[in-house]
């Protein structure tokens, strides 16, 4: 595939600040949309506008060889829908017309409905779409069903990464911390209602390492994924035919579980753990497979070496 200069929708979140640097290594020209947040990259070319208007995603992927969709919302209620599905749609409409080779979406587990649903075996890419409760979630089904029908309909090639949870610098320590941790934005992220002893290490500003665990006391086992990997199956995907019309998920080598992980962090930190309940979820993991063999995805951050980065990172900082 002859990829020269790539269009990018989301370059300045937290996923555009990793894989714009990936595409300008590579030598390839990169032209961002830029709405409210500068892309910091030096050589690219930044088009200011939203998401949400069709003529500035025209300009941004007129003449580009491929799109990378990377633009979303969370749980904002007033924001959800034009940015992450009529964004969606704007930008697959601006390819109608264009020569585009491949146009790549960063989707996400969460339209699995990850632990929020039993998952009695390791999702695949076969799984059903049933997006969990809340705006995002939704929005992550919503795109994955127009870039396939445009591709059906309008014969754009496409690529979908069905990105686990990104972890990047000391993220992973804010998760398994207690004072952190009790009430997140977004659910799922978090411990959610707690039980009055916990709240009250919290109130005290005790910290602990936070061990979800079920009603009956049993450790959830997650998957999530580090940015290094993520961007990673960006390069392995982008130029790739092997890719086209194909959805694969990116993920950590194996979901972890947080007793495991808590007690290697404590270990590591001298914070004590504690066992907090987490009720109404489900352990889930991510089968990989398709993204190995057929990407030669080989992902080489597990939990270990995350907690490890982490800590390196949050020494670094202070």
């Not at 007690?263 to 309940?277: A, F, K, M, N």
């Amino acid at each position: 595939m002859s990829i020269r200069t790539v269009a990018v929708f989301g370059a300045s979140g937290k996923i555009g600040r990793h894989v714009v640097p990936l595409l300008l290594e590579r030598g390839l020209a990169v032209r961002a949309l830029v709405h409210r947040t500068p892309v910091e990259a030096a050589g690219v070319e930044s088009i200011s506008g939203s998401i949400t208007d069709p003529e500035a995603c025209r300009e941004v992927v007129a003449g580009a060889d491929a799109v990378i969709q990377l633009a979303t919302t969370k749980e904002d209620p007033e924001t959800f829908f034009d940015v992450s599905v009529r964004g969606t749609l704007n930008a697959l409409e601006a390819c109608r017309g264009e020569e585009i080779e491949q146009f790549i979406l960063l989707g996400g587990d969460a339209a699995f409905g990850i632990w929020f649903y039993p998952q009695p075996i390791p999702i695949d890419e076969s799984h059903k779409l049933m997006a969990y409760p809340g705006h995002y979630a939704f929005t992550k089904v919503m795109e994955e069903v127009m870039v396939e029908q445009y591709s059906i309909q309008y014969g754009i090639p496409f690529s979908m990464l069905r990105s686990s949870w990104v972890f990047e610098r000391d993220d992973l320590l804010g998760h398994f911390s207690l004072l952190e941790n009790v009430d997140p934005a977004e659910p799922g992220h978090g411990f959610g209602e707690v039980a009055p002893e916990i709240m009250a290490l919290v109130e005290a500003g005790e910290e602990r390492v936070g061990v979800q665990v079920d009603e009956s006391g049993w450790p959830y086992h997650r998957h999530i994924v580090h940015i290094d990997d993520l961007v990673q199956a960006f390069g392995k995907t982008l130029g790739n035919p092997t890719a086209l019309g194909h959805s694969f998920n990116i993920a950590a080598p194996a979901a972890f579980e947080y007793r495991v992980a808590g007690d290697y962090l404590s270990e590591r930190t001298g914070v004590p753990t504690v066992d907090v309940v987490a009720a109404g979820y489900h352990s889930f993991a991510i089968n990989i497979n398709k993204a190995r063999s057929l990407l030669g995805y080989e992902p080489q951050n597990d939990i270990f070496r995350m907690i490890d980065r982490a800590l390196q990172y949050r020494e670094r900082a202070n």
